[in-house]
């Protein structure tokens, strides 16, 4: 479901009207009715079929949307862009739906159209999005957020922090988990025999030898030391500015970033509209497109569906590989 105030519900119908051979058959959990009255707010061709059990989606999905109730109903209709408290357990319960249908194996994988983290928060969710709340749903496990565009994966080491407090929560520590995780997906999910991963630097120019800062020398070089103690393939500190041309692109598989948008701006700036969320550690397959609510558009019609679409494929190409093993 996600922010029903938001996109998701648009850009799902849109998802359906737009799907190719390779788009995988998908439902979505959410209010079969609210859809429908989308639908014909936006003029978007998409057919909505209520399901009552998961196992009717493949044979619905030709003809129509497969739409299954939550669980958690929304206790009150929302309105486009102006999000409300109110629908913060119907939201949290569907995440929750959606996990515990996929560990019962009657879906292949989730992924979650966005949240907005303020309107859950301010009804008493203690985390700070999809990606630490999946963790804790799979057991408390260790997670880190990749995102991915053909050509660029990165995963930022920091994620939702100021930028203030960037510099205390780097530690080799926690490069090295995020390093550890990312090499192990890299296998499983992608095919990757031997990944490669590119460490890149906090400070401008690497720091310049401790002139412009001693991260790189006190963090992230005993970081990498110890990946590549682990086995490994890690390279290090890059400076950022000149690790996303096309030619440094071409020498990782992926590259640990250290805070948000050192991650984020190279990858929207390549690919803005089709970039996935891919959630990394966990024992069941979740992708996100890489875009919020939107909630300036949300009562437009104009959202685009390419990154929920891409989102799809992502999560169809890991379950299949995951399957083979």
Known sequence: MGEPAGIGGEIALKAWTERREDT??????????????????????????????????????????PVLSPLC???????????????????IGAIDQAVALTNAGKASGIVTNPI????????????????????HLAGDLETVMMLAVEGLRVVPVTVHLAMKDVARALSPQAIVRA??????????????????LAVAAFNPHAGEEGNMGDEELRVITPAIMQLREEGIDASGPAPADTLFHPA???????????YHDQAL???????????????????????????GTAFDIAERGVADPSSLLAALRMAASIAARRNMV
């Open 265 to 291: 701006i190279p990858l929207k700036t390549i690919d803005f509209a089709t970039g996935v969320n891919v959630t990394l550690g966990l024992p069941f397959v979740r992708t996100s497109p890489d875009h």
């Open 73 to 91: 109903p929304l206790a009150a209709p929302v309105a486009l862009g102006k999000p409300s408290r109110a629908a913060a357990p119907a939201v």
């Open 24 to 65: 995988p058959a998908f439902f979505i959990i959410d209010d079969a009715q609210r859809l429908a009255e989308i639908a014909q707010r936006f003029g978007i061709n998409a057919p909505v079929q209520a399901i009552g059990d998961a196992g009717q989606a493949r044979a619905v999905f030709a003809r129509a949307l």
């Open 179 to 196: 390093g550890l995780i990312t090499a192990m997906a890299l296998r499983t999910d992608f095919g990757i025999a031997r990944p490669r």
């Open 248 to 258: 440094a692109r071409a020498k990782f598989d992926a590259a640990l970033c250290m």
């Open 116 to 135: 907005h983290k303020a309107t859950l928060q301010s009804a008493g969710f203690a985390f700070p999005g999809h990606t630490e709340y999946l963790g």
